[in-house]
């Protein structure tokens, strides 16, 4: 870890105080990021781990193992049920936030995942990498997914279909 800081800080951005010491990683902090509605924070370190913590503590609810190397960049989803994390092990993570399990492992990077993010409605991913791609993930809810209530479809021809779609844009 060398140098790095292994405290992940909390500051205030008016008075440029630091308001919160963050210290159980055993690693140098490589990526961070606050819950939508601010009560919580994720960080990925280079000990592999990510941990999520609770602001108004500071303490550590939980810690995620599984990737091989530093966790490079991690992402909250807006209902802060899932996390996902980018690691240099060349995989992307999904994370269950309530339970600590990994409910899916991403591949298809050929070096390191430098960025991730999920879609504000949690359905995708996107990766960036030094293998000079983006990758966007459609994510895998294996039914768990937020999804639209079920509603009564029809059947029809793609002509049809076609005829009522371009009705329903004039009528706009």
Known sequence: SGSWDKTPKLWDVESGRCLRTFSEHEGGVSSVCLSADGCYALSGSFDHTL???????????????????T?????????GRYALSGSDDRTLKLWEVATGRCLHTFVGHNVMVKSVSLSADGRCALSGSYD?????????????????SFMLSQVQQAQEALTRQQAFNRSL
Do not use: Y
């Not at 941990?51 to 190397?69: A, P, V």
């Not at 000079?132 to 639209?148: F, H, I, Q, S, V």
């Open 51 to 69: 941990k999520l913590w609770e602001i108004e503590s500071g303490c550590c609810l939980r810690t995620f193992e599984g990737h091989t190397g």
């Open 71 to 79: 966790a490079t960049s991690v992402c909250l989803s807006s209902d």
């Open 132 to 148: 000079r791609t983006l990758k966007l993930w459609e994510l895998d809810w294996n039914g768990e997914a937020p999804a639209a």
